[in-house]
C-alpha cells in the first residue's frame, strides 16, 4: 500500500483535492481509502456534541479549537500517538488497498510517516483561513517546513474544474505517486 499525504492551511482543499484524487485513482482502477491522523479526535468531539444534544455544525472555528485541544494534550502525553493510531489500522482496515489518502498531515513527523511509504503533497492556497485561538494553534505552524519538505505542490486554482484538471495531471504524470520508498 501507497500513502498520500496531504499538507496545507486549513482551509486550502485538502479535502477537496483528496477526493478528486481518490475519484482519478478509483477510475484508473485502483482501490483507495481514506482516512487521517485528526479521526479519533474529530470522533471524540462529535460523540460528546451528540452526548450534550448540541448540533453537529455549529461554528468551524470552535470545533477546531476543541480538537486542536484535545491533540495538543494527546500529543504531549503520546507524541506518536496518531501516527500509531493510523499505522495499527493498516493490517486490517487497509488490507487489499492500494492507497491510502491522508487529508490532514499537520506536523513534520506526520509527514516523515507519510513519506516513508509513499509522497506528500502540498496543498497551496487558503480561502477561508481560520480565526483567532485555532490559527495560533502549534498544528498551524508547520506549513513552511512541510512544504519544503513537500514531494509535490497543487497550486489554488479558481475552481473546481481547475482543481479537478491539476489533480488528474498529477496522477497523469506516472510512477511518482507509486514509487516505493527507500
Do not use: W
Amino acid at each position: 500500500m501507497h500513502i498520500i499525504g496531504l499538507t496545507g492551511a486549513s482551509g486550502s482543499g485538502k479535502t477537496t483535492v483528496s477526493g478528486l484524487l481518490a475519484a482519478e485513482l478509483l477510475d484508473r482502477g485502483f482501490t483507495v481509502k481514506l482516512d487521517g491522523f485528526g479521526i479519533p479526535i474529530k470522533k471524540r468531539v462529535m460523540a460528546l456534541k451528540a452526548e450534550k444534544g448540541i448540533p453537529v455544525v455549529v461554528d468551524k472555528q470552535a470545533d477546531r479549537a476543541a480538537m486542536q485541544n484535545i491533540g495538543s494534550a494527546v500529543r504531549a502525553a503520546d507524541p506518536a500517538y496518531f501516527i500509531n493510531y493510523l499505522a495499527s489500522r493498516n493490517d486490517s482496515d487497509y488490507s487489499g488497498t492500494d492507497f491510502l489518502i491522508v487529508s490532514d498531515v499537520r506536523f513534520p513527523v506526520e509527514a516523515e510517516f507519510v513519506k516513508a511509504s509513499g509522497v506528500l503533497i502540498y496543498v497551496c492556497g487558503c480561502k477561508q483561513p481560520l480565526r483567532g485561538v485555532a490559527a495560533a494553534h502549534e498544528s498551524e505552524s508547520h506549513f513552511a517546513e512541510l512544504f519544503a519538505g513537500a514531494d509535490y505542490a497543487i497550486a489554488e486554482q479558481p475552481n473546481l474544474e481547475r482543481l479537478a484538471a491539476a489533480v488528474k495531471a498529477l496522477v497523469d504524470a506516472g510512477e511518482h505517486l507509486k514509487k516505493p520508498r527507500a
